[in-house]
């Protein structure tokens, strides 16, 4: 009887486990791994100005929400909360904010890349210009 007690528990809680909102600070390097085996799950969010992705480009297929704009809470809430979704901005600061905004407004997966596009750049990565 004990032992389906600790079976019923471990199911129960796997179960709500799995179902609890995730926040995950992520690097350049594993940003590449997250986006290189993306199915076009991923929701890829820049979070910078418009005059900053005009200097350096953009990662390639994102969705820009400037975080300083009147619009930013309004165009989140057009994100799907059930898929996994990518933030960044200049350094990490936006991003940062911003994921804990998405983690409390209970996005499934939130990932945020910290050192954000400018640690990108410093890697050497490659990013898509705006045309």
Known sequence: MR???IITFSLLFGLVGCTQPVLKKIGVKEA???LGSNSGN???VDLRTPGEIAAT????GAE???FTAPSFQGKVKQLDKKRPVLLYC????RSAEAAEMLHQQKFMMV???SPGMNGWLVA???TSKLK
């Open 57 to 60: 480009g953009a990662l390639p």
């Open 32 to 34: 590449q791994t997250l």
């Open 111 to 113: 990932y945020e890349m």
């Open 90 to 93: 200049a350094s990490g600061g």
């Open 64 to 66: 820009f929400i400037d």
């Open 42 to 44: 991923l929701q890829i």
């Open 124 to 126: 050497g990565q490659q």
């Open 3 to 5: 032992i389906l007690s």
